[in-house]
């Protein structure tokens, strides 16, 4: 006796690959961080540029607080929606992903890297805490300048999966990734572009996650004919 192997169907109707529940879930939470990190840096501000980011930073201390600890948590979910859509997706899209997922992976440590400047605005270290204009500048330029990286490195990860698909992808898929990556790059520069446009630029990128949590299981990964003596779930010896 024999019997189907049980898979689970995407949309259409085709296999869901392994992983790819999990890819979703990272995917999606990763986007909601990014926009509530978005957003959490659109309500602290920007430090004053001729002095007073001492006072700045305490009256931005909660957002500041909060804004640091998402910082983390993105990487972290940037990190696992990288590793688990590697498994969701074929072999040879997986190899061509390789760049995508070591820019990835450079992303979440200029995260983390930025996130420890953030620290330095709230979290003294041994008792040391930021208590001069000058240390609190040289902190600003850290936060700020690893910001602008972690933008830059968005938009090149867009760019390299749409260059990974662009054989299996749609050419919608195409286009919309590359407005997307354009987006991301110009919404590192915040100060050039002012709180409404780069709100709206970055908010791009947050959807571009979204659909990615949505078409992650591949179409091109169908599921395996079934010989029509097993479609009972049983085989004649």
């Known amino acids: 006796m024999a019997s189907v192997p049980k898979t689970d169907r995407g949309p259409g109707g085709d296999r869901e690959p392994p992983g790819a529940g999990g890819a979703r879930l990272a995917l999606a939470v990763a986007a909601a961080l990014v926009a509530a990190s978005v957003l959490l840096e659109l309500a602290v501000g920007e430090p004053p540029a001729d002095g007073g980011i001492l ?9 500041l607080i909060v804004l640091d600890e998402v910082l983390v948590f993105t990487g972290l ?3 696992a929606a990288a590793f688990t859509a590697r498994r969701a997706v074929d072999r040879r899209l997986g190899e061509r992903l390789a ?3 070591g820019l990835v992976g450079l992303t979440v440590v200029m995260l983390f890297v930025t996130s420890l400047g953030g620290g330095r605005f709230v979290y003294p270290v041994h008792d040391i805490a930021v208590e001069n204009e000058d240390s609190a500048a040289l902190v600003a330029g850290w936060f700020y300048g690893g910001q602008h990286m972690v933008w830059l490195l968005y938009g090149t990860v867009v760019l390299a999966v749409v260059v990974a698909a662009r054989h299996l992808a749609t050419a919608w898929f ?4 590359v407005a997307v990556a354009v987006c991301a790059i110009v919404g590192s520069y915040p100060d050039a572009l002012g709180p409404g446009p780069t709100l709206v630029v970055r908010l791009a990128f947050v959807a571009w996650l979204i659909l990615l949590a949505i078409v992650v299981p591949v179409r ?3 599921a395996p004919p079934v010989a029509p003596e097993l479609v009972d779930g049983s085989a004649r010896g």
Do not use: I, N, S
């Not at 006072?55 to 957002?63: F, I, L, S």
């Not at 195409?174 to 990734?177: A, H």
């Open 55 to 63: 006072t700045w930073m305490d009256d931005q201390r909660p957002g």
């Open 77 to 79: 979910a940037l990190g």
């Open 99 to 101: 760049v995508a997922h």
């Open 174 to 177: 195409t286009r919309v990734g």
């Open 220 to 222: 091109a990964v169908a």
